[in-house]
């Protein structure tokens, strides 16, 4: 007996084209037949919709609708996994149990449905595409190398870790010094961001082209793009990104480790939840004092109940994390990286949510109607919402950085004419 398998949408618009490809194919139809053809396949149709899905998606579908206006919204992990489920049998692909796969040649569509905002995917065919796979330590050094980089310092482990703003040519220079213990990672948002030349090195893909925070006021826009290099045992912390967004890491040189943490671990991992990101536009922070790759399991006993997913990522490789997933990424030699991040279809409540619970928008000031919205634009209605106070606060924010930023320029110009000691640059060393 054939096994009818529940689809979306989309893939009931697909069955349907392949049902009229097989008529067409066959012999002359009459007009009686077709009407029979067409009466047949709605009710086949109906029949599948009602009777084939399971109990808990006719009363929680993956298309239910959501009236953020009216209660808050937490993202259901367990119905993305069901969904997920189904689709990976519609595509006839094998359902992998704790194991992230590498993918080429993906479909928006299966991407979509998949993966994205459900299970992290590595695509293999996307950076190796960008100009950026071509940069090097000796066009930056030449380009670039007095420009003062944003970058932490890591003595005695992740716990001590310290922040400085210091020439490029500098942390290259000792980009080969590092211990277990001691390392440098240079975690800069508006290096590339500021510098078109290369911002153009990164290419576009279809995979990461509906992207909402392209809908938000520039002011308070997250910045997207961060650099990031670092030395050998360099790492970041433990993590949710802000606004638990959909997470996106291409690798252009070295190696990096991963450990992901699927959702509803959030007990396990000593978050502290008064904690805010200090973004223009406010959010909770959600970042683990625990260090994945060098545990304390004394301090941080419930560690040992932690399940987790370990992935490499190598030169031309993308990951994808999905939103509502814990993170920690270790470099196992000198790597430079890129870190991006996706606002859509699949995830956008949460963002949204995140705002709410940040305090820049009240849900009561949501109408009624928000619901019936197509996503980009209750997007749109949610930002045209904000207060003022809210937008000046953004100015505010990022003025003081770009104010920073020339700041240091300023500086820079200085030591160079000799006016300043330069000393001070290489104190994180001694």
Known sequence: MTKVVAKPACARTRALRLLAEKHSNSELVTPCRLLLVLIVSSIMIAGISFSVVPEDFKEGSWNEVINLSQYSYTFNHEMAMKEREYNLEYYERPQH???????????????????????????????????????????????????????????????????????????????????????????????????????????????????????????????????????????????????????????????????????GQDHLLYVDPGVRCGFPLECRKYNSPIDAFDVDTKKYP????????????????????????????????????????????????????????????????????????????QVKMFMSLLPKKVLRHGEEVTKEVLDQIKKTKDKQERVKSGLENSEENMSIYV
């Open 97 to 263: 149990n704790w194991k992230v796969e590498r993918r080429s040649g993906l479909s928006v569509d299966e991407f979509f449905d998949t993966y994205d905002a459900k299970w992290p995917v590595i695509l293999t065919d996307v950076v190796t595409k960008w100009p950026a796979m071509n940069w090097t330590k000796e066009v930056f050094i030449k380009k670039y190398g007095k420009e003062r980089v944003v970058m932490k310092a890591v003595v005695g482990g992740l716990q001590h870790a310290t922040g400085h703003a210091l020439p490029l040519e500098v942390f290259i220079d000792h980009l080969n010094e590092a211990s277990f213990d001691t390392w440098t990672y240079l975690e800069d948002e508006l290096f590339i961001v500021m510098r078109p030349e290369l911002k153009k090195d990164i290419g576009q893909n279809e995979y990461t082209e509906e992207n909402f925070f392209n809908l938000f006021p520039e002011v308070i826009r997250p910045w997207d793009c961060m650099m990031l290099w670092g030395t050998a045992n360099s790492r970041s912390t433990l993590h949710m990104d802000p606004y638990n967004w959909t997470g996106i890491s291409a690798v252009l040189q070295g190696h990096k480790k991963w450990k992901l943490v699927p959702p």
């Open 302 to 377: 419930r560690f040992k109940r932690l399940r987790f997913l370990e992935v490499d990522l190598y030169p031309g490789e993308m990951l994808v994390i999905p939103t509502g997933w814990y993170h920690q990424a270790f470099n196992v030699e000198q790597t430079l990286a890129l870190s991006l991040q996706m606002m859509n279809r699949n995830n956008y409540l949460v963002v949204l949510e995140e705002i709410i619970k940040g305090g820049s928008l009240k849900r009561k000031k949501l109408p009624a109607y928000f619901s019936t919205l197509l996503p980009p634009d």
